[in-house]
């Protein structure tokens, strides 16, 4: 245990005579909460970002790191105070973020920290009672909930502090607390939701899609809010001007809070005042009465018994099954030869769009991508601003079509790793000659995921703005794409797909290569740039491209198991 | 006859640690092999080996006259391995899973289906051949990774513990197979703990610990060797160090 942790369970088991009058078994509960937090503290970081490690290292201080995360992530929210005219515009941007931070990082800790299936196998046989239990339970959650709370509103509640002076920051910690109670509830209620909709079989998958797009927002908000800083429009804006604000819980809070920091009565603060302690309040008694029950069950069935949800399903032999085509069988077919080639397109095509561990990694940064994609749009206020015809345009797209080459390094650099790594002895067990026929399929099917859609939408928006006159160019860049993405993966992809522990070595280097990543697709751009006037240069270098495609993935092909580095 | 696996003086080491210390083994088309030993004996070692999963080993190993060594590719293909710990990726369907394996076999779409097909109906997961198996339970993967190893039909089998979380319907399925399997001259190298199983299965019988054969024969032989009835006392018998006896009474005394 580390210091916060002891801490923390100072704290909690303070009121011990409060504990022994309730009945609860003190010397047990300090048990039970040691060994949570111990647990906790091993696992890996939460905040969205779960990195799965190898086994080989020991996860510890995930507790504090969860903690430093969540400060940064508070220090970032910061600029909601920098926004819109009065401080219930600031407070109400700034507490509609809390929420939403808090939603979402709780709501993937529900499952596997808070209410932990293996309680009802190792805590309920032995002679625990249940008020001690639930006491247990109950105070895990609220020191799990306070690691989270707290340090993302710390600077909220300092700036809040220096701005509005120090009558503020009282209020400002009962609203937390409400929005921490209503978040509970909204957490409960999305759990709900998605049990009556779903198997409880999927129940993880959906929770990790909702990481996914987790990670996405907060990188698109990285990506949008200081532009919006600096926008006027932001500057001015007001919160209560906005029609139908009244329903929104965090304007409630927003406007409770000035009132008791004393800013004025008026009767609409008093009817935000009562909403916002009754509202809270009444959810989590929902909660309670309501949720609870039906709840540990169904969560028992999601956690604990995913494998007994799948039954075989007999089907009279004589019945034949239809076997599915997947959707990549076709494509498959265009771009691969029969054999291992195929079995590695394939192979990827089902991992990509499957594996949650890979998702999460790699997904968001193409989710950047098409956000900087809009980003000069929306800086340019409206596209008639720029005339369609103009080499601003044609400039731009040829910038994004080799943008693009970033975050399919990032992606190349995930394929040969896998939270199921040990699954990969099927390769080593086959008879496969040559394991760069598996690698080249893998990295096929990345490139005709991930890039040939890019690709092809830019050329038609090129074609469908500038006309024919500009397809040599942006045939030229999709090449040139191409022929980059494969030579990042000749150079970095040396491993079988998907057949390797994450481990924290290997990210050493990543900076020196990232910036020779990024140097190779500049160069090129520029040099394209320079050229794209001289139509007989790009025919050229069109068919140039072409046979170095052609002969860096047949590179790749024939890359043996002596040049695998495992 | 010409043994089909040939391991002579076969050693090696992990670090300085010496698992496998001299084994010599021959075995001979269509036996069944029932290969036993106590947990870290070097078992799964010798299977690696004869996987063709590790090459930095001393000795020789032939399969079928090929060197491993040389034509680690020869003799993978006629090799079908079920290795002990169920890890495979689970997001992938049997059918996907089975298809991949298949290619990497260089066996042809059509032929994967059809078998994958009628060997996972057989196994009564027909009607789950089109779910992702992170849903499946322990015993439904072992069957699809029986299934894996048996898709090009190998000349030789290595199943490393195959019935784990098998129920007991599948455990007879899979004892039959492994009957029929050496009926129809298939050489098998069989790994496990469950004496009683290895005992019916088993042509001949290899018990190896700390690295060493400490016997080799047919369940008969072994009898009259140790003087013993059952497997379970001539596997304690050879590879104990102190009597499961004086083992039990230690535990219980530690209440006083």
């Known amino acids: 245990m580390n210091f916060i942790d002891r801490f923390l369970l100072r704290v909690v088991m303070f009121p011990t005579f409060l504990y022994n009058k309730l009945g609860v078994d003190t010397l047990q509960l300090r048990a039970i909460l040691t060994a949570k937090l111990t647990m906790d503290n091993r696992r890996p970081a939460s905040f969205g970002m779960q990195?799965?490690?190898?086994?080989?290292?020991?996860?510890?201080?995930?507790?504090?790191?969860?903690?430093?995360?969540?400060?940064?992530?508070?220090?970032?929210?910061?600029?909601?105070?920098?926004?819109?005219?009065?401080?219930?515009?600031?407070?109400?941007?700034?507490?509609?973020?809390?929420?939403?931070?808090v939603c979402l990082t709780l709501i993937t800790d529900f499952t596997s920290v808070l209410i932990d299936i293996r309680d009802n196998l190792i805590l309920l046989p032995k002679p625990v009672s249940d008020v001690t239990f639930m006491t247990g339970r109950l105070l895990h959650i609220a020191i799990r909930t306070s690691i989270v709370v707290f340090p993302l509103s710390v600077p909220a509640c300092v700036t809040a502090a220096i701005i509005q002076g120090p009558a503020i920051i009282l209020p400002f910690i009962l609203m937390i607390v409400m929005m921490t109670l209503l978040s509970i509830f909204f957490i409960n209620a999305v759990y709900l939701l998605i049990l009556k909709i779903t198997t409880p079989a999927k129940f993880q998958n959906i929770i990790g899609s909702i990481q996914i797009v987790f990670v996405m927002i907060v990188m698109l908000a990285y990506q949008v809010l200081p532009r919006m800083i600096n926008s006027s429009i932001m500057q001015h804006i007001s919160i209560s001007e906005i029609p139908f604000v009244h329903f929104v819980p965090s304007f409630w809070f927003a406007d409770a809070c000035m009132l008791l920091s004393g800013a004025g009565f008026t009767v609409e603060a008093m009817i935000s005042l009562v909403l916002s302690v009754v509202v809270p309040v009444l959810s989590i008694w929902v909660v309670i009465r309501f949720f609870a029950p039906s709840f540990n069950q169904k969560l028992g069935m999601i956690t604990g018994g995913t494998a007994e949800q799948n039954v075989a399903t007999e089907k009279s032999g004589a019945e034949k099954?239809?076997?599915?085509?997947?959707?990549?069988?076709?494509?498959?077919?265009?771009?691969?030869?029969?054999?291992?080639?195929?079995?590695?397109?394939?192979?990827?095509?089902?991992?990509?769009?499957?594996?949650?561990?890979?998702?999460?990694?790699?997904?968001?940064?193409?989710?950047?991508?098409?956000?900087?994609?809009?980003?000069?749009?929306?800086?340019?206020?409206?596209?008639?601003?720029?005339?369609?015809?103009?080499?601003?345009?044609?400039r731009l797209l040829l910038l994004l079509m080799y943008m693009c080459s970033l975050p399919m390094s990032a992606a190349l650099m995930q394929v040969s790793y896998s939270d199921k790594f040990k699954a990969s002895w099927i390769f080593f067990v086959t008879p496969l000659e040559c394991p760069g026929a598996v690698i080249s399929g893998s990295v096929k099917c990345m490139v005709v995921f991930f890039l040939i859609p890019f690709a092809m939408i830019l050329t038609l928006v090129g074609v469908a703005l500038q006309g024919y006159t500009v397809l040599p160019n942006m045939l030229l860049g999709c090449i040139n794409l191409l022929v980059i993405c494969s030579l990042l993966a000749y150079l970095s992809v040396k491993k079988l797909p998907f057949s390797t522990a994450q481990e924290a070595s290997t990210r050493g280097n990543t900076f020196v290569r990232t910036m020779l990543f990024l140097l190779i697709p500049v160069t090129i751009g520029i040099v394209h740039w320079l050229l794209s006037g001289f139509l007989w240069a790009i025919l050229l270098w069109i068919v140039i491209s072409s046979v170095a495609l052609w002969l860096i993935f047949d590179e790749i092909k024939k890359r043996e198991w002596s040049n695998l580095n495992h | 006859m010409e043994p089909i696996i040939h391991i002579q003086n076969l050693n090696k080491f992990y670090g300085s640690k010496h698992v496998l210390k001299d084994i010599s083994i021959d075995i001979e088309p269509g036996q069944v092999i029932g290969y036993i030993g106590p947990n870290g004996a070097g078992k799964s070692t010798t299977v690696k080996i004869l996987a063709g999963l590790l090459s930095d080993f001393s000795g020789d190993v032939f399969v079928k006259g090929i060197d491993i060594r040389k034509d680690p590719v020869a003799v993978k293909s006629l090799i079908g391995f079920v290795p002990e710990l169920a890890e495979l990726y689970d997001v992938l369907t049997p059918n996907e899973f089975l298809s991949l394996i298949g290619s990497l076999y260089n066996l042809h779409e059509e032929v994967v289906a059809e078998r994958a097909n009628r060997m996972l109906d057989a196994f009564g997961l027909a009607g789950n051949m089109n779910q992702r198996m992170d849903t499946f339970s322990k015993g439904m993967k072992q069957k699809v990774l029986i299934t894996s190893g048996l898709l090009h039909n190998p000349e030789i089998i290595i199943l490393d513990e195959p019935l784990s979380g098998l129920d007991a319907n599948s455990v007879i399925i899979v004892k039959e197979i492994i009957d029929k399997l050496a009926k129809n001259g298939k050489t098998i190298f069989y790994c496990s703990h469950m004496m009683d199983v290895v005992e019916k299965v088993s042509d001949r019988i290899i018990l190896i610990d700390q690295g060493r054969v400490v016997a080799d024969g047919t369940i008969d032989e072994l009898r009259q060797l140790q003087n013993k009835d059952s497997l379970e006392d001539i596997f304690a018998g050879l590879t104990a160090t102190e009597s499961m006896h004086e083992a039990s009474e230690k535990l219980l005394n530690a209440f006083d």
């Not at chain 1, 290292?57 to 400060?71: D, F, P, Q, V, Y």
């Not at chain 1, 005219?85 to 809390?98: P, Q």
């Not at chain 1, 790699?362 to 950047?368: A, L, R, T, W």
Request: proline share 4%.
């Open chain 1, 51 to 101: 990195k799965r490690r190898a086994d080989k290292k020991e996860i510890n201080g995930a507790t504090l790191k969860m903690i430093l995360s969540g400060l940064i992530m508070g220090l970032f929210m910061l600029f909601s105070f920098a926004v819109g005219s009065g401080m219930v515009t600031k407070l109400a941007l700034f507490m509609t973020m809390f929420i939403f931070m």
């Open chain 1, 321 to 394: 099954q239809v076997i599915k085509q997947s959707f990549w069988q076709p494509i498959a077919h265009w771009f691969t030869k029969p054999g291992a080639e195929r079995a590695g397109f394939l192979f990827a095509s089902h991992m990509i769009t499957r594996s949650r561990d890979f998702k999460m990694k790699v997904y968001p940064s193409f989710g950047s991508i098409l956000i900087i994609c809009i980003m000069p749009f929306l800086q340019n206020h409206t596209l008639t601003d720029v005339s369609l015809g103009s080499p601003k345009i044609f």
